[in-house]
């Protein structure tokens, strides 16, 4: 436990921790300096032989990316020594040392090479690149791809990106992906949404087949080599061209064409071969042929050493708006369906969720539905307070958010966690909403759930409450292995239990907005996922009894957490919560079941 004392933090043991600062993210997965103050425990207890184990396994998930499941489960065996009740965890010195030592070692240790296939693929190129899920959603982007492609990661590419002449391609490559086609690969003609790549550029397009996945992505990367910042001079310096010349030649590269020189210099098409001759001249060129690629070579020499860098994430609809508190903090916010429509406010959770997938914001819109998405505390670009506790900080931030930016009665729609603030806020202020949708499993909601959840997102939840300062240990151990070996790594972890989960997130489609979601909420680091965790241990029991909106509870029955008999205990505990159990569906419910999350948020929203 951590208490307050004169505008510091103090841990009970008399450590003192100074206030976090946390650097701003300049990668996609972003990440901090470790965030809460460790205590060791009270005496000298140790269990050696299961203390010498997560030692082991805490030190090898360094590099062994299945050493992190030895230790979540040293861990729980930590937490249960006698196998039944959940203790809070007897922590040795030595233990305590040991851990604090991996603590600063991983905070010394470069970030690792990426070994995620997707990312590798926009990487290895220094010009335009992205991945693509089978129906066209873009899994990845570089820098270079969202400016040629005009496409952000999430977003659908738009086919008006391809030429004409490479659509039926393009639309083989995707059959492909599913299986209904053999384009393994192709030669794409991409009309550029930016002026780097002139009109138009040459690009790949192949099938990346993962392990375990029911479908392909296809990989587009650019075959043509940008004209970087540098080589005007390098030109002038090692060809003597003078510096329209030099401008002449970056035409020749880009255009390749001396009609559409002339055109975009505005000068006679004679004007322009003279100048050409005397460039070729120059540059020892024979021919149009050798000029282009003595150009070529000298631009790619540019580009040595380069990567495709993956872009910071940002909200993939480019709707994203900020409000500025006067404490500094900033919080973000989106809106799908229709902008003037009659207001909802959705509040994300874990597992993760950002875009609606198929036609979501189209039936929104039809309905005349505006879906306000506000980023909680952490997630994306809103800034959380450390000082804060994680509900009063969510509340802060909703409260500003309804105030500034809805400003009437709404629906409130909370997707796991997420529904947590709103339940607070509904007690607090019952006139802010005139009712509330509770999406999915949420150990707020019921705690005995906790028990029936599957190994990881147990222990996790459950250190989260007893010792967060591990969960925080483990969460950035975690997080580095997501750097190094890709999103799917975690996936694969916390969704292995279930079937209907493993379908989904093996199917590309949904993969590539889980995708988008992931690094929506860990833009700033490992800590929102702990600051998640902690939010989902929050009690919220007595507000629960004294809620006094409708609240309807839709329960996923596949979803091993879910006990239909404590669910429907809620309807005992306060007759204006109701439980709907919901049939093939999990905790990714959001994408199983999304046109049934639908069909009540447009019921709700029109009966009021």
Known sequence: MVERSHGK?????????????????????????????????????????????????????????????????????????????????????????????????LEKLDIPSDDDPLKRAIAEVPGPAMVLSPNGNI???????????????????????????SLEDYRGLLRAATGQGNAAQAILTILSAADDYGESFLAEGYLIRLPGQSGAHVAIRSLEIAWGPHIAERLQQAFGLTHAESEVAHLFFRLRNLEAIAAQRDVSLLTVRSQIKTIMAKMGAPSNIDLMRILAMIASREHVGLRGEAPVWHDPLGREKLISMPDGRKIAWTWMGARRGVPVVMLRGLPMTYLLPGDGEARLRDA??????????????????????????????????????????????????????????????????????AVGFSSGIDPSGIQRQPRIQRTMLQLAGNAPWVAELMAKSGHRMMRQHGLDWYLERAFRNTPLNQQTVRNPDWAALIRNACEHLLKQGHVTFVRELQLARHGMDSALRELAIPMRYLAPIEDPAIDLAACRQLETLNPMITVEPVADAGELVFYQRNDLILDRIIASARRN
């Open 139 to 165: 899994a990845v982007v570089n820098i270079a791809g969202e400016r040629a492609f005009g496409g952000r990661q999430g977003a659908f590419m738009d086919t008006a990106a391809i030429a004409p002449n």
């Open 368 to 437: 005349g539905i505006c879906l306000y998405v506000p980023s909680r505390p952490g997630h994306g670009n809103s800034t959380m307070d450390p000082l804060l506790d994680v509900m009063s900080d969510n509340l802060v931030a909703l409260r500003a958010f309804l105030d500034q930016v809805v400003g009437r009665p709404c629906l409130g729609v909370g997707l796991a966690s997420g529904v947590l603030p709103f339940v607070a806020e509904a007690v607090a202020n019952p006139s802010r909403f005139h009712g509330i949708l």
């Open 9 to 105: 933090m103090q841990c009970r043991d008399g450590l003192h921790a100074k206030r976090s600062v946390v650097p701003e993210s300049k990668t996609p997965l972003g990440d901090q300096h470790l965030f809460l103050s460790p205590q060791p425990g009270r005496g000298e207890d140790s269990d050696d032989d299961l203390d010498l184990n997560i030692i082991a396994s805490t030190y090898r998930s360094i590099i062994d990316e299945h050493a992190f499941d030895d230790m979540v489960a040293n861990w729980e065996a930590k937490l249960t020594p006698s196998g039944g009740e959940v203790v809070a965890p007897k922590v040795s010195r030595r233990l305590f040392a040991q851990l604090l030592t991996f603590r600063d070692t």
